[in-house]
């Protein structure tokens, strides 16, 4: 059983950053890859970005790559998601999930879900 707490949200202007962690519990932390999911007001959850266990691979949504940053650190059982040049269309609450596996793009493989945490960016 893993449980994930989300934190770092919060309001940004466009254009700003923001480094939101996820804190996990369980000392299996480091044999489960992570990903970052979003839902805005009115849409579906959405994939983000994922890293594998060891963070030797990293995934990202097409609309955040080389803007957004996924890493983790095993020593703190924490997976962080570094994000820069922020938009408006970016608003949303921000999931944190982890799974024995990752596919990229897809949700398939985690298991475990944290409440969220809201991050919104103002024009």
């Known amino acids: 059983q893993v449980q994930l707490v989300e934190s770092g949200g919060g309001l940004v202007q466009a254009g700003g950053s923001l480094r939101l962690s996820c804190a996990a519990s369980g000392r299996t932390f480091s044999s489960y890859a992570m990903g970052w999911f979003r839902q805005a007001p009115g849409k579906e959850r959405e994939f983000v970005a994922a890293?594998?266990?060891?963070?030797?691979?990293?995934y990202y949504a097409d609309s955040v790559k080389g803007r957004f940053t996924i890493s983790r650190d095993n020593a703190k059982n924490t997976v962080y998601l570094q994000m820069n040049s922020l938009k408006p269309e970016d608003t949303a609450v921000y999931y944190c999930?982890?799974?024995?596996?990752?596919?990229?793009?897809?949700?398939?493989?985690?298991?475990?879900w944290g409440k969220g945490t809201l991050v919104t960016v103002s024009s």
């Open positions: 999930a982890a799974g024995p596996s990752v596919v990229a793009g897809t949700d398939y493989g985690m298991d475990y």
């Open positions: 890293i594998s266990w060891s963070g030797g691979s990293t």
